[in-house]
């Protein structure tokens, strides 16, 4: 059997590394290795989540109706305005297979999240990068035969947001499908969500991965004009990708804001204090996007042989290879890579 040829043009996803991998290489016992290159939520999920997980049915096929309610009351809209998916990239991948075709293409700002273009070429179409430039800003115009238009708010891994006005400009002046990342937008000052109800071209991804700290449940969902949630149910796969546990898990969480809110609270605090000790870029994400003096890779090696997992951005087109991003983690996990990096690596 021959495989599709757009498979040559892939290049895989590159995931923060686990401990599995640095207690092999590294020989650093678990109970000393500290995670902050994933971008989770230290605190992890309300404690109503593991409750939920002892209730569920895992013979039976998965019920979305009560989440899909919950979403709702959230978010401020209707259910017929929101679609799930497995994790924000299973919501994309759905999204994509809407729009994206053999000789379209989309346009994405460089450096973000490279999975949209893996879904891009996977979908039979090509990629056009556009370089962020003073603060990481987005271009301001797309060019005519663009299909779909990616952008991260805040960017992974810039941390920067992008202005409504910008978001406004660019939806206006095009017909293509804006699609709005805020997978981080729980950090960040304000949501521009409410933009799905005057263009119809818009749409905003969420995730419960981040915030709620349900990232190993692949919980993900997106607020659509109601035309495009249509044809959304239409070609997602079999209950939308989702599990018994994901849709408990992802209920009680939302039955909890409070412990959400307390737990954004203190990363974004953390967040501040790392900011003005670092002098690096300023975030609304909860991490921070950092420039080496030496290059990222030896300056990550140096970490991970102090059991301190930080992400190498040289995997981020666009990035160069003298960036880290460091995902904000307890105040003691923060003071040990604090302490670590101003030791080794300034």
């Known amino acids: ?61 998965p019920e979305s109706e009560e989440l899909l309610s919950a979403l709702s009351s959230y978010i401020g809209f209707p259910e017929e305005n929101i679609v799930i998916g497995a994790g924000m990239d299973g919501v994309m991948e759905t999204l994509t297979r809407l729009f994206l075709e053999n000789g379209d293409k989309s346009l994405i700002p460089i450096p ?55 978001v406004r400009q660019l939806t206006e ?35 419960m991965s981040k915030a709620f700290g349900l990232a190993g449940l692949r919980l993900g969902y997106a607020v659509v004009p109601e035309w495009i949630a249509e044809q959304y149910r239409r070609a997602a796969p079999p209950f939308f990708g989702i599990t018994c546990a994901s849709v408990a898990a992802g209920i009680a969480a939302l039955r909890d804001l409070e412990y959400m809110r307390l737990s954004v609270s203190k990363i974004c605090s953390e967040r501040e204090r790392l900011w003005k000790a670092m002098r690096c870029s300023p ?25 301190i997992i930080i992400r190498d951005c040289r995997s981020f087109l666009g990035s160069g290879d003298h960036h880290i991003r460091v995902t904000i983690g307890t105040t003691e996990q923060n003071n040990r890579f604090l302490q670590a990096y101003q030791k080794l690596c300034v």
């Open 112 to 166: 973000t999240f490279s999975y949209y273009e893996i879904l891009t070429i996977l979908n039979g179409a090509k990629p056009i990068f556009a370089e962020r430039v003073l603060d990481f800003e987005i271009p301001k115009t797309i060019p005519n035969d663009v299909k779909m238009v990616f952008i991260c708010s805040p960017n992974n891994p810039t941390g920067n947001a992008t202005p409504e006005d910008v």
């Open 1 to 61: 059997m021959r495989l599709r040829q757009c498979l040559s043009q892939l290049k895989p996803y590159i995931a923060g590394k686990g401990y599995t991998e640095i207690t092999r290489k590294y020989k650093v016992p678990l109970k000393d290795i500290i995670k902050l290159g994933s971008n989770e939520n230290p605190y992890g999920p309300s404690p109503q989540v593991a409750r939920a997980l002892k209730t569920i049915s895992v013979e039976r096929y």
């Open 283 to 307: 975030s609304q994400a909860n991490f921070l996007y950092v420039e080496t003096i030496e290059p990222s890779d030896i300056v990550a090696e140096k970490l991970l042989r102090q059991g």
């Open 173 to 207: 002046t095009t017909e293509a499908i804006v699609f709005l990342d805020e997978a981080y937008v729980e950090f960040a000052e304000k949501s521009l969500a409410n933009l799905v109800e005057k263009y119809d071209n818009f749409i905003v991804g969420r995730t």
